[in-house]
């Protein structure tokens, strides 16, 4: 039996890590496979810092989707993979990589994850995580600054510039494509019970 793929998006601090968790606790660890988007952005090793920094990060050019739908279909025949590291405060790929092995389920994560099409037929649901601007701001400056060491004038910037623009041209549009829309983030418990019934019927007790 192939494994079942599901994708999360939603926009950049939409809450849909709080999804991710709840997906993965519910169908457990050992059933499940995460692959992040975020993990393929492409190297910039060939630029110098500053240049790098200016980069528009949100733009799904920025991201090697290529190698993420080879991934996922050699996941999904079987075949372990490495996934690239990201190093967000450098802008480049580490020398390492993790490695994935395949499980009963795939989970892809990323905003921009059924912006290409070649990826979004790979996937049995596609949830779409959807929450006001404001409070995915909120969340984005929070993590930035304490995962990715980003200053809080860094991420404004790079929110004003890139963010924003990339994400009602390229994001927002991709939530016709969903199968399930989760407003209001990973707090919507009435929208979780659902994914639940779901999950419980399409991964964990299957016809």
């Given at each position: ?28 660890e050992g059933n499940l496979v995460l ?109 930035d600054i304490l995962e990715r060491k ?56 299957p016809e």
């Amino acid at each position: 039996m192939k494994p079942f793929i599901i994708g999360v998006a939603g926009g950049s601090g939409s809450g849909k890590t709080t999804v991710v968790k709840h997906i993965i606790d519910r169908v457990g660890e050992g059933n499940l496979v995460l692959i992040q988007h975020d993990s393929y952005y492409r190297d910039l090793k060939h630029l110098d810092f500053e240049e790098r920094s200016r980069q528009n990060f949100d733009h799904p050019s920025s991201l090697e989707t290529e190698l993420l739908v080879r991934h996922v279909q050699a996941l999904q025949q079987g075949y372990s993979v490495e996934m690239p590291i990201y190093d967000f405060k450098e802008h480049v790929r580490r020398d390492q990589t993790e490695t994935l092995e395949p499980r009963p389920v795939i989970l892809v994560d990323g905003i921009l994850i059924f912006f290409e099409k070649e990826l979004r037929d790979l996937m049995h649901l596609k949830l779409y995580v959807d929450t006001d601007a404001d409070v995915r701001l909120l969340r984005r400056l929070r993590r930035d600054i304490l995962e990715r060491k980003r200053t809080v004038e860094n991420v404004l910037d790079q929110y004003e510039r890139h963010v924003r623009m990339m994400h009602l041209e390229f994001v927002e549009p991709t939530k016709r494509y969903a199968d399930i829309i989760i407003p209001h983030g990973g707090e919507n418990k009435a929208a979780l019970d659902m994914l639940n019934a779901l999950i419980s019927g399409k991964v964990i007790h299957p016809e």
